[in-house]
C-alpha cells in the first residue's frame, strides 16, 4: 500500500513563503512522476508542479517563477517551495503519483493519478 502523506501548511500573509513536503512510503513504479495539485472549494484540482522520474520540472503558468518542485528519492520526500504568496494561492495541495501509461502533458488532470495524499492546506492573507 502506498501511501502519501503531505506537511507543511499553514496561514500566511500575501508575499511570505511556505515549503510543502510530501512523503511517500514506496513508489510503485519503475518510473515515478510525481505532482502537486491544489484544489479550492467548488473547483476542481489543478496541477501545480510537476517532476518526472529524471528530474524535469514544469509548472502551471500561475506559479511560474514563484514555486518550486523538487524532490529527494534518498528521502522518498517531494517538497514545493512556494514564494511570493497570494491569496489567490489559498487552496488545499495534494501531492500526486502519475500512473506511467500517462505522459503528464499539461493541463493535467486527476484520473492519470493513481496515489494521493490527504492534503494540506495554504492560506494566504
Known amino acids: 500500500q502506498v501511501q502519501l502523506v503531505e506537511s507543511g501548511g499553514g496561514s500566511v500573509r500575501a508575499g511570505g513563503s511556505l515549503r510543502l513536503s510530501c512523503v511517500i512510503s514506496a513508489y510503485p513504479y519503475s518510473r515515478n512522476c510525481i505532482t502537486w495539485f491544489r484544489q479550492v472549494p467548488g473547483r476542481e484540482r489543478e496541477g501545480v508542479a510537476d517532476v518526472d522520474n529524471d528530474g524535469k520540472t514544469s509548472y502551471a503558468d500561475s506559479v511560474k517563477g514563484r514555486f518550486a518542485i523538487s524532490k529527494d528519492d534518498a528521502k522518498n520526500t517531494l517538497y514545493l517551495q512556494m514564494n511570493s504568496l497570494k491569496p489567490e494561492d489559498t487552496a488545499m495541495y495534494y501531492c500526486?503519483?502519475?500512473?506511467?501509461?500517462?505522459?503528464?502533458?499539461?493541463?493535467?488532470?486527476?484520473?492519470?493519478?493513481?496515489?494521493w495524499g490527504q492534503g494540506t492546506q495554504v492560506t494566504v492573507s
Open positions: 500526486a503519483l502519475r500512473h506511467p501509461k500517462y505522459g503528464g502533458y499539461w493541463p493535467l488532470v486527476e484520473y492519470e493519478y493513481t496515489e
